[in-house]
Structures are given as structure tokens and as C-alpha cells.
């Protein structure tokens, strides 16, 4: 709920969301998503009121707590649930070198490929997040062999939209030219997907 009021720029619906959240108590036994996802709730809300204080506190606290995560080949560890929530975040505040630091965490210490035992949809997003941050921080070849191997349809189900606004922005900034057929075609699915989501956040 919080995730859906940040993208779709409600900040009265923000603030009640965020003090929910953070009345929660968050320990290491629970799954690593929702202990990342107050994290992130956070480098979100205080990023969007520009208290900087506050977000560097958090950003802080996102490493720490990276730190506490299982790891290896033990049973809740088959993917970096945390470090792709956190990778995701920092991506959606412009903060592509924590982004990219959460990325490397994730790839040293974490299978990388798909083994069945994780939902369908989580290793092609985590792929697109890569993608972002490696355009983001120069490396656009990289990021333009991971984008040629993403199957869109796979994405998570239930963020699906979410991440397809998400592939289609990186395509148009790789594209040459805005008067380019591809270019002004991505620009009206971005435009359709945000008119059908709401998610005023991505608008271009």
C-alpha cells in the first residue's frame, strides 16, 4: 500500500502508511522481503520530503541489516530477496552507486540463476534492476545484453506493471533518437501503462 501511494504521489496516504509500517517490529527470523520493504519504505518517504538526515540513517541501516541476511546454499537463502528490494529502491531514488554496492552483495554471495525453488518472475526482475543501475552508472553495454535476454512476460505477477513502466523507460533512454519510430511507440506504452496503474512517479 505504501509502494502503490509513493508511485502514484499521495503523500497524506504516505505519511499514515509510514508510521504503520514503522510500528512494526522487524527481526531476523521473518522472511527477508518484508524486513527490506520498511527499509525501503523509508529511503523512499524521506527522500521524496528531502530530509536528508533521515535518508542517510536509513541508507545506513539498509547496509547493516544486509549484513544479518541468510546466505549461501541455507533453505531461505536460494535468492537475495533483500538486496534486490533494497537494489530496487535506491534505483527509484537515483542512488545508483547503493544500488550497484546491494547488486555486487547479491551476486558474490547468492545463486544467480534459477533453481525451481524460487517464485517465477524474481530472477527476470532482479535482471532489469541490474540493467537500470548498470545504465545508470555508464555501463549501457552491460545493461543492453541483460535487456536482450529479459522475457517481460515473466516478471513477478503481482509487480508486473510495475517493472514493465520500469523495462520500457530504460529502452526509450537507449533509444538514439526521439523521433524514432521505437521511441515514440515505447512513449505510448509508458504513457498507457501509467494511465492504467496510476503510477504518476514514472511519468516522462
Not at 533494497?86 to 545508483?96: H, K, Q, S, T
Amino acid at each position: 500500500m505504501f509502494i502503490g501511494a509513493y508511485l502514484n504521489q499521495n503523500k497524506i496516504e504516505l505519511t499514515d502508511y509510514l508510521k504503520r509500517i514503522n510500528s512494526i517490529a522487524v527481526h531476523q527470523e521473518m522472511h527477508p522481503f518484508p524486513q527490506a520493504r520498511k527499509i525501503m519504505s523509508n529511503v523512499l518517504y524521506h527522500h521524496l520530503f528531502n530530509n536528508q538526515t533521515e535518508l542517510e540513517k536509513w541508507k545506513k541501516i539498509a547496509f547493516e541489516e544486509e549484513k544479518k541476511q541468510l546466505r549461501g546454499n541455507l533453505p531461505n537463502a536460494h535468492f537475495p530477496f533483500f538486496q534486490f528490494t533494497m537494489a530496487d529502491a535506491f534505483n527509484l531514488i537515483g542512488d545508483y552507486e547503493s544500488a550497484l554496492k546491494m547488486i555486487r552483495l547479491a551476486d558474490l554471495d547468492y545463486k544467480c540463476y534459477d533453481n525451481g525453488v524460487v517464485e517465477l518472475g524474481y530472477f527476470e526482475c532482479f535482471d532489469l534492476v541490474r540493467a537500470i543501475t548498470y545504465y545508470h552508472i555508464g555501463r549501457k553495454e552491460d545493461a543492453t545484453r541483460i535487456l536482450n535476454h529479459i522475457e517481460s512476460a515473466k516478471f513477478i505477477f503481482i509487480c508486473h506493471d510495475y517493472f514493465l513502466i520500469q523495462q520500457k523507460i530504460l529502452e526509450l533512454n537507449m533509444c538514439k533518437s526521439p523521433t524514432a519510430k521505437k521511441y515514440l511507440k515505447l512513449k505510448t506504452e509508458v504513457n498507457w501503462l501509467i494511465n492504467k496503474t496510476g503510477f504518476t512517479f514514472f511519468k516522462i
